[in-house]
């Protein structure tokens, strides 16, 4: 079973004036993987609580993916991206670059996201956007791709097989 944190940043929902429909719908996500939430907090916009609510998750060890939502747009408070990339061992363009692309023929401003994804330690993150449905769309194109990536990580898998490969 993987470990999933779930951590959204919104200014609003942090004062308790905003619902957090965005991390319902990651949560719906994660229960249908059969995996499980251990960690969820709603933070404001503000890149060093961001930056050390992540850090902290991964490395404790608990955590084995960080699902952000929410501060990956334009507006001068969107600083998500700001706050993941420096912490990250490694990055995975890969994600966010196909979350950009899926999503596009559904919602043309999912190009405006600047969402990264990348590993911490043996902890998976990935930005996603702020709203329910963007959340659901990008959840359809990495929930393939996650239990893989856990599997890669933490030395479970360590070369691909034969038919995961097309010719």
Known sequence: MINFGILTISDKGSRGERYDGSGAAIQDRVALMDGRVI?????????????????????????????????TGLGPR????????????????????????????????S????????????????????SPNG????????????THAYEMITGIVTEHKPENHKV
């Open 39 to 71: 960690r969820y907090d709603i933070v404001p916009d503000e890149v060093d609580i961001i930056r050390n609510r992540l850090i902290e998750w991964a490395d404790a060890g608990e955590v084995d993916v960080i699902l952000t939502t929410g501060g």
């Open 78 to 109: 969107d600083v998500t991206p700001e706050a993941t990339a420096p912490i990250l061992d490694k990055l995975l363009p890969g994600i966010a670059e196909a979350m950009r692309i899926e999503t596009f023929g559904k919602t043309p401003s």
């Open 111 to 130: 190009i405006l996201s600047r969402a990264v994804a990348g590993v911490r330690k043996k902890c998976l993150i990935v930005n996603m956007p702020g």
């Open 135 to 146: 959340v659901r769309e990008c959840m359809e194109v990495i929930v393939p791709a996650i």
